[in-house]
Nanobody
């Protein structure tokens, strides 16, 4: 059973940075992709970024390109989301998720079968 545990959220001023971590366990992830999604109050869950575990290809939503970077540490089974130049509109609960790399698009939350509990990111103006 896949387990995902996020950490690194918090309160930061606009323009600041945070790094989220997602510790993954429970299986070998070589055929998986890992994604970050976020959900703000009253809004739908939104794709943020994804990385293919084997090969490291990355994908981003347009609103975070150039500001966020997704990466993984294979030895530590950990995925990171480095968030720079944060804006108040980035405020949300951020979730880590896992899917088989060959199943569906990276942007659709329905294609992910394992989720973490989420970590709150709050950006003050």
């Amino acid at each position: 059973q896949v387990q995902l545990v996020e950490s690194g959220g918090g309160l930061v001023q606009a323009g600041g940075s945070l790094r989220l971590s997602c510790q993954a366990s429970g299986r070998t992830f070589s055929r998986y992709a890992m994604g970050w999604f976020r959900q703000a109050p009253g809004k739908e869950r939104e794709f943020v970024a994804a990385i293919v575990w084997s090969g490291g290809n990355t994908y981003y939503v347009d609103s975070v390109k150039g500001r966020f970077t997704i990466s993984r540490d294979i030895a530590k089974n950990t995925v990171y989301l480095q968030m720079n130049s944060l804006k108040p509109e980035d405020t949300a609960v951020y979730f880590c998720a896992a899917k088989r790399a060959s199943t569906g698009t990276y942007y659709n939350a329905l294609n992910y079968d394992s989720w973490g509990q989420g970590t709150q990111v709050t950006v003050s103006s």
